[in-house]
T-cell receptor, first 114, second 113 residues
Framework: KQEVTQIPAALSVPEGENLVLNCSFT??????LQWFRQDPGKGLTSLLL?????REQTSGRLNASLDKSSGRSTLYIAASQPGDSATYLC?????????????FGPGTRLSVLP | DTGVSQDPRHKITKRGQNVTFRCDPI?????LYWYRQTLGQGPEFLTY????????KSRLLSDRFSAERPKGSFSTLEIQRTEQGDSAMYLC???????????FGEGSWLTVV
């Protein structure tokens, strides 16, 4: 059974700092991996998707990497801003169902202090 | 593109009552998903539809839960004989079968008292 963990559970940083969020998964047979952002009491917004054949994806100040063999992904946020404060969730799609659903981690709650 | 809509946003119900949530996906999206999320946890997959066909159900979806998507448009998730353990946020999401990006609604909060 695929399990996804995220470290740290919570993180508080001053504005402007670069930071890294970590995601680990137990089964390397994945179709893809996505990072999502969730604001309190709201739904999820997809940030980056990495296909199993890819190593990284970039969007603006965000960069996500994938090391499938070791079961790890990182989300790098450059020059953090207070508006980045949210919970960041990592999710993997098992290969055996061709990406039809996701297994989510518990998330990392990020606070960026002005 | 008005996004994924869910209704109601909040529902408080007494244990044993039935509740129904509705999801309106983005209009051209043929895949629709239901997830459940409890505080401090990531969402857990419940079920998904391609058009009107329910293609996969999680073991989390007990006999008290039923989901439908008549005509492949909106979907409903009904919980019968609610229990306190059903208290959670129920998230709906949709996407095109040919696309990778999945769009989530803002969720329906259920509190069973």
């Amino acid at each position: 059974k695929q399990e996804v963990t995220q470290i740290p559970a919570a993180l508080s940083v001053p504005e402007g700092e670069n930071l890294v969020l970590n995601c680990s998964f137990t089964d390397s047979a994945i179709y893809n991996l996505q990072w999502f952002r969730q604001d309190p009491g709201k739904g999820l917004t997809s940030l980056l998707l990495i296909q199993s054949s890819q190593r990284e994806q970039t969007s603006g100040r965000l960069n996500a990497s994938l090391d499938k063999s070791s079961g790890r992904s990182t989300l790098y946020i450059a020059a953090s801003q207070p508006g980045d404060s949210a919970t960041y969730l990592c999710a993997v799609s098992p290969r055996d169902n061709y990406g039809q659903n996701f297994v989510f981690g518990p998330g990392t709650r990020l606070s960026v202090l002005p | 593109d008005t996004g994924v809509s869910q209704d109601p946003r909040h529902k408080i119900t007494k244990r044993g009552q039935n509740v129904t949530f509705r999801c309106d996906p983005i209009s051209e999206h043929n895949r629709l998903y239901w997830y459940r999320q409890t505080l401090g946890q990531g969402p857990e997959f419940l079920t998904y539809f391609q058009n009107e066909a329910q293609l996969e159900k999680s073991r989390l979806l007990s006999d008290r839960f039923s989901a439908e998507r008549p005509k492949g448009s909106f979907s409903t998730l009904e919980i019968q004989r609610t229990e306190q353990g059903d208290s959670a946020m129920y998230l709906c999401a949709s996407r095109q079968s040919s696309g990778n990006t999945i769009y989530f609604g803002e969720g329906s909060w259920l509190t069973v008292v």
